[in-house]
């Protein structure tokens, strides 16, 4: 059985940072492309950024370049977001996801076979 179990979200004010993690079982996590996507109230899931199975290409939203760091640790099956800059505007709830079929980077919500349960990220103006 896949999970996904993210953390490290909570309330903060605008202009700090916050580091999400996001752990990963019952698969193998390096054959695994993994993303970030947020989901705002009212909105639809949208893409936050994605890495390749072994870290070496990443992708983000236009939206969050140069303020998000998406990483990974295939030793520990985890991702990371690191988020600096926090802005009012990126509050929502938080998912990561795992793709098996993508060889690369994928942003598209249909392409990510397992997602997680999410967590609140608040960012305070």
């Known amino acids: 059985q896949v999970t996904l179990v993210e953390s490290g979200g909570g309330l903060v004010q605008a202009g700090a940072s916050l580091r999400l993690s996001c752990a990963a079982s019952g698969l193998t996590f390096s054959f695994y492309a993994m993303g970030w996507f947020r989901q705002a109230p009212g909105k639809e899931r949208e893409f936050v950024a994605a890495?390749?199975?072994?870290?070496?290409?990443?992708d983000y939203a236009d939206s969050v370049k140069g303020r998000f760091t998406i990483s990974r640790d295939n030793a520990k099956n985890t991702v990371y977001l690191q988020m600096n800059s926090l802005k009012p505007e990126d509050t929502a709830v938080y998912y990561c996801?795992?793709?098996?079929?993508?060889?690369?980077?994928?942003?598209?919500?249909?392409?990510?076979?397992?997602w997680g349960q999410g967590t609140q990220v608040t960012v305070s103006s």
């Open positions: 890495i390749s199975r072994s870290g070496g290409s990443t």
């Open positions: 996801a795992a793709d098996w079929r993508t060889s690369g980077v994928a942003v598209r919500t249909t392409a990510y076979n397992y």
